[in-house]
T-cell receptor
Framework: AQSVTQLGSHVSVSEGALVLLRCNYSSSVPPYLFWYVQYPNQGLQLLLKYTTGATLVKGINGFEAEFKKSETSFHLTKPSAHMSDAAEYFCAVSGNWYQFYFGTGTSLTVIP | GAGVSQSPRYKVAKRGQDVALRCDPISGHVSLFWYQQALGQGPEFLTYFQNEAQLDKSGLPSDRFFAERPEGSVSTLKIQRTQQEDSAVYLC???????????????FGEGSWLTVV
């Protein structure tokens, strides 16, 4: 079985500050891990994904995440927050490639 | 089309009414998925099609939920005898591939917002 826990349903950062959104997963098989972003009234957009290989994954808009098997974590980071980063972020795990188990989401607020 | 298109975007149904939600995947995409997103929650998997074949329907919450993709392109999610707990956003997604690799991205539509009153 797979599941995801996102720590912090709301995160606020100042513009230009580091963004860190936490995600821990549980999986009985080698996981596929994803981060999606959702803007108001829009669908989910893939930020980045880990399937195999390099554990540090770079995505769009300057985001990256590191797969740490020993910590069962896949935290999302961005060195410098921008106002346009304000959105809902979802971490997801999959044991196959299409059946995602999403976390409950983290709402990111960027303070000018 | 340019993206996954869903209709209607918003639907208000009276309890007990049947509803049909339509999904137009990206042209040529083999794989199609339906997810349900309740308010304040992450999306939950409902079903997966590869072309016209429904390969996985393990997430459909009850026999009131039915999905089809008869010609391998457009898909319809039907909910019979709607109940208040069916109120959610129904997300459709599509992909050009049938397995995970660096080129397989799943693209989500904007969703159909269903409110059952």
């Amino acid at each position: 079985a797979q599941s995801v826990t996102q720590l912090g349903s709301h995160v606020s950062v100042s513009e230009g500050a580091l963004v860190l959104l936490r995600c821990n997963y549980s999986s009985s098989v080698p996981p596929y891990l994803f981060w999606y972003v959702q803007y108001p009234n829009q669908g989910l957009q893939l930020l980045l994904k880990y399937t195999t290989g390099a554990t540090l994954v770079k995505g769009i808009n300057g985001f990256e995440a590191e797969f740490k098997k020993s910590e069962t974590s896949f935290h999302l980071t961005k060195p410098s927050a921008h106002m346009s980063d304000a959105a809902e972020y979802f971490c997801a795990v999959s044991g196959n490639w299409y059946q995602f188990y999403f976390g409950t989401g983290t709402s990111l607020t960027v303070i000018p | 089309g340019a993206g996954v298109s869903q209709s209607p975007r918003y639907k208000v149904a009276k309890r007990g009414q049947d509803v049909a939600l339509r999904c137009d995947p990206i042209s040529g995409h083999v794989s199609l998925f339906w997810y349900q997103q309740a308010l304040g929650q992450g999306p939950e998997f409902l079903t997966y099609f590869q072309n016209e074949a429904q390969l996985d329907k393990s997430g459909l919450p009850s026999d009131r939920f039915f999905a089809e993709r008869p010609e391998g392109s457009v898909s319809t999610l039907k909910i019979q005898r709607t109940q208040q707990e069916d109120s959610a956003v129904y997300l459709c997604a599509s992909s050009s591939g049938t397995g995970t690799n660096s080129g397989n991205t799943i693209y989500f539509g904007e969703g159909s917002w269903l409110t059952v009153v």
